[in-house]
């Protein structure tokens, strides 16, 4: 089985200053890993994903995320939050074997980005 | 392109009543998803649809069926509906190929049963 955990309910930062939204994963086998934002009331927005290849990825509105292995992690990062970015943010898995692309969420993250 | 377009966008509905979800998908993909958003619980799979004329039960499928009209359409029933399906449903599609797993989701569906 696979699953996301998000340990942090909400993330509070100022205005410039760095964010880092945590995630981890378990999975067997090779995962999928992606993010994706939430603003209110509106769907899922994709971000990025990592499948193989460089453990740092890029992707939409300055986002990055750098895949870890030997932790499981997959952290989600920016380095200069806007008040724009206050959102919820969903961590996702899936296996690279999963012939369904069925994908695994973390419970989300709040974040509060304050000007 | 629309993308991923769901209706109704609210819907409120007594305990026992049924109703359909619509979803419709303008980007030739070949898998769709239905799942429900909970507070504090993320989105859970209810049902997908792998490709045309197959559907198969996810994490959450008590109390819904689905139909796969076609390619671009993938539907969900609620047969007689409760209050613990208040929630918000989203549908979701993706081309499913080994360079793109990601799923792109529609606006969503707000329910609520009395």
């Known amino acids: 089985a696979q699953s996301v955990a998000q340990p942090e309910d909400q993330v509070n930062v100022a205005e410039g200053n760095p964010l880092t939204v945590k995630c981890t994963y378990s999975?067997?086998?090779?995962?999928?890993l992606f993010w994706y934002v939430q603003y209110p009331n509106r769907g899922l927005q994709f971000l990025l994903k990592?499948?193989?290849?460089?453990?740092l990825v890029k992707g939409s509105y300055g986002f990055e995320a750098e895949f870890n292995k030997s932790q499981t992690s997959f952290h989600l990062k920016k380095p200069s939050a806007l008040v724009s970015d206050s959102a919820l943010y969903f961590c996702?898995?899936?296996?690279?074997?999963?012939?369904?692309?069925?994908?695994?969420f973390g419970a989300g993250t709040q974040v509060v980005v304050t000007p | 392109n629309a993308g991923v377009t769901q209706t109704p966008k609210f819907q409120v509905l007594k305990t026992g009543q049924s109703m359909t979800l619509q979803c419709a998908q303008d980007?030739?993909?070949?898998?769709m998803y239905w799942y429900r958003q909970d507070p504090g619980m993320g989105l859970r799979l209810i049902y997908y649809?792998?490709?045309?004329?197959?559907?198969d039960k996810g994490e959450v499928p008590n109390g819904y069926n689905v139909s796969r009209l076609n390619k671009r359409e993938f539907s969900l029933r609620l047969e007689s509906a409760a209050p613990s399906q208040t929630s918000v449903y989203f549908c979701?599609?993706?081309?499913?190929?080994?360079?793109?797993?990601?799923?792109?989701f529609g606006p969503g569906t707000r329910l609520t049963v009395t």
């Open positions: 990592y499948i193989t290849g460089d453990n």
């Open positions: 649809s792998a490709s045309e004329g197959t559907t």
């Open positions: 999975v067997s086998g090779n995962p999928y």
């Open positions: 996702a898995v899936t296996r690279l074997t999963d012939s369904w692309g069925k994908l695994q």
């Open positions: 980007m030739n993909h070949n898998s």
């Open positions: 979701a599609s993706s081309a499913r190929t080994a360079a793109s797993y990601e799923q792109y």
